[in-house]
T-cell receptor
Framework: AQTVTQSQPEMSVQEAETVTLSCTYDTSESDYYLFWYKQPPSRQMILVIR??????QNATENRFSVNFQKAAKSFSLKISDSQLGDAAMYFC??????????????????FGKGTLLTVNP | DTEVTQTPKHLVMGMTNKKSLKCEQH?????MYWYKQKAKKPPELMFVYSYEKLSINESVPSRFSPECPNSSLLNLHLHALQPEDSALYLC??????????FGPGTRLTVL
């Protein structure tokens, strides 16, 4: 079974600075997807960024970028120029690309425990 | 339309009540999900519907009963709940192998 570990329960960053959130995972599979989700205090879970394991290039979305190290099974999220609106719980998640036992896609997401990010003005 | 909507936003119910949570998406996604989330914890998967058929049931107690009337709608029927069932209930949808889009959730309190 796959596991996802976020070793930082809480992090804080000054507005306009850069912060990196850590995520490691354990899997025996070679083909999978990794995600970072953000959940602000208003509670809606929002996808921040997605990475396909077969792609060597790190994904970027505006101020958000990842450092994907497949061999090390590491998937960290870097937030540049932090803004007050970035304050949220951040969840790292894994999904297998392997077909499920019923023949359909594997729909299950494995989440880490989350990192609560505080942005200080 | 790129959103998942959920109603109601808040629900308070007694242990003998019957209520339903509703979820709707118009993105043409063929997979829909119910999650339960406790405060400061990750979501826990409850059910997955794929092409309107129940694909995954994560050993959820029978007091939770999912229903998928059509490809856009997902219901969660609640009956004889316990106080420990109080949580945020999240609905999500996805295309086959793509990321899941989450709704804003229903905050459920069981008295």
């Amino acid at each position: 079974a796959q596991t996802v570990t976020q070793s930082q329960p809480e992090m804080s960053v000054q507005e306009a600075e850069t912060v990196t959130l850590s995520c490691t995972y354990d899997t025996s599979e070679s083909d999978y997807y990794l995600f970072w989700y953000k959940q602000p205090p208003s509670r809606q879970m929002i996808l921040v960024i997605r990475q396909e394991a077969y792609k060597q290039q790190n994904a970027t979305e505006n101020r958000f970028s990842v450092n994907f190290q497949k061999a090390a099974k590491s998937f960290s999220l870097k937030i540049s120029d932090s803004q007050l609106g970035d304050a949220a719980m951040y969840f790292c998640a894994y999904r297998s690309a392997k077909m499920g036992s019923s023949g359909g896609s594997n729909y299950k997401l494995t989440f880490g425990k989350g990192t609560l990010l505080t942005v200080n003005p | 339309d790129t959103e998942v909507t959920q109603t109601p936003k808040h629900l308070v119910m007694g242990m003998t009540n019957k209520k339903s949570l509703k979820c709707e998406q118009h993105m043409g996604h063929r997979a829909m999900y119910w999650y339960k989330q406790k405060a400061k914890k990750p979501p826990e998967l409850m059910f997955v519907y794929s092409y309107e058929k129940l694909s995954i049931n994560e050993s959820v107690p029978s007091r939770f009963s999912p229903e998928c009337p059509n490809s856009s709608l997902l219901n969660l029927h609640l009956h004889a709940l316990q106080p420990e069932d109080s949580a945020l209930y999240l609905c999500a949808s996805s295309q086959e192998r793509n990321e899941q889009f989450f709704g804003p959730g229903t905050r459920l309190t069981v008295l």
